[in-house]
């Protein structure tokens, strides 16, 4: 018994081992079919590789930085250009656009600030400048360092800046305003005018085209101030400018004011003091003369959309960096109402946007 024993557990011995063996031996039987699996990674690898194959696309998504420098903060035009800018901000997803202003109208803070835009590296620049001489050499500077330059209301930079921008013919704008206020006056008396300043190029225009029609046909009304008088787009200097005015020329007729301050300032005056032998024709926005054109404190107030104005000026820098040809001679579309159809010529583009205020449509305007 004890040999069958032993020879038993022998046997149970051997049929252990044997499993063994084969158990062991099944893993090495199935590696080759394995192998593929092991290797799936590999046949991945392109979809891995997906996202670096896209990384340039998105890099080609270039989004343009364009600043625009207006002539001073916390006046109702620059705020409405503002927003012309920011509507423009949100039209186009490849444009971070934005207004950037110095605290008051001052030419030298604007050249500053343009020193500062192009060591920042913005691709473009927009300026509505102070005095448009006095900034050629830091309009020079940013051309040189690449930058896209366009500037509204300073043709003494066209030609040099890529574009000037203007929104009509300035000096037939003040050749309307002359007319209006002769008309206004019955063709005689006195009047004055007044500037931004002396260096504001646009304003200058204005009022020598306006002074130009008084005079060539309207003999019988007297200029009181051979220089206009300026206020640097202030409306606390506007007004002391105003009461002066009115205190050295009491039998004054009339008022060519070409700043929204000046215009609303002697509206402001004429209506404290009841003084209705005054007539008024000014540049002008409605949230700041509105209530006076309708009144007829305001014989004609005339401009345009400031908020346009600033749509279109960035959109023409806009173009230029998007490498879209813009041709002297030709006529181009800056996208908005009497914009969309600007003569190219001398490096000035200019459109048509005249608007007269009258107290029937003045209601219609957000600005």
């Not at 006046?75 to 008051?104: C, I, T």
């Not at 900034?135 to 509204?152: R, T, W």
């Not at 404190?297 to 230029?320: E, H, L, R």
Request: charged residues 25%; hydrophobic residues 40%; glycine residues 8%.
């Amino acid at each position: 018994m004890n040999k069958k024993k032993i020879f038993a557990v022998l046997m149970c011995l051997v049929l252990v081992a044997v499993f063994a063996l084969t158990a062991c031996g099944t893993p090495a039987e199935e590696t080759p079919s394995e192998t593929p699996a092991q290797e799936e990674p590999a046949q991945e690898t392109p979809a891995q590789e997906e996202p670096a194959e896209e990384a340039p696309t998105a890099e080609s998504d270039e989004q343009f930085e364009i600043v625009m420098i207006a002539k001073t903060e916390g006046l109702a035009w620059f705020d409405a250009m503002k927003r012309g800018v920011a509507e423009f901000n949100d039209d186009f997803a490849d444009v971070n656009a934005y207004q950037h202003s110095p605290e008051g109208a001052d030419a030298a803070k604007q050249a500053a600030m343009i020193e500062d835009y192009i060591a920042k590296g913005v691709d473009a620049i927009c300026c509505v400048p102070n005095d448009p001489k006095a900034l050629i050499p830091v309009v020079q500077k940013a051309k040189e360092a690449g930058i896209v330059v366009v500037i509204h209301e300073g043709e003494d930079l066209a030609g040099i800046a890529d574009w000037d921008v203007e929104v009509f013919d300035n000096y037939e704008f003040g050749r309307v305003m002359g007319q209006k206020l002769g008309e206004a006056m019955g063709g005689k008396g006195k009047y004055a005018a007044n500037v931004g300043g002396l260096t504001m190029q646009t304003h200058m225009q204005w009022w020598q085209g306006g002074t130009d029609y008084i005079k060539e046909n309207f003999p019988d009304i007297e200029l009181v101030n051979e220089q206009p008088y300026e206020d640097q787009d202030d409306a606390a200097i506007a007004y002391d400018i105003c009461k002066e005015i009115l205190r050295a020329h009491p039998d004054l007729n009339g008022f060519l004011g070409c700043t929204v301050e000046s215009g609303s300032s002697m509206c402001r005056l004429l209506k404290e003091t009841n003084n209705k032998n005054v007539k008024v024709s000014c540049l002008a926005v409605p949230s700041a003369l509105g209530e006076y054109i309708k009144e007829g404190w305001c014989a004609n107030g005339q401009g345009n959309s400031p908020i346009d104005a600033g749509y279109a000026t960035v959109m023409c820098a806009y173009k230029v960096l998007k490498g879209e040809t813009i041709e002297e001679g030709s006529t181009v579309d800056l996208g908005k109402p009497g914009m969309d159809n600007c003569n190219v010529k001398d490096g000035v583009i200019k459109g048509d946007a005249t608007i007269i205020f009258t107290p029937e449509n003045v209601d219609q305007y957000d600005f």
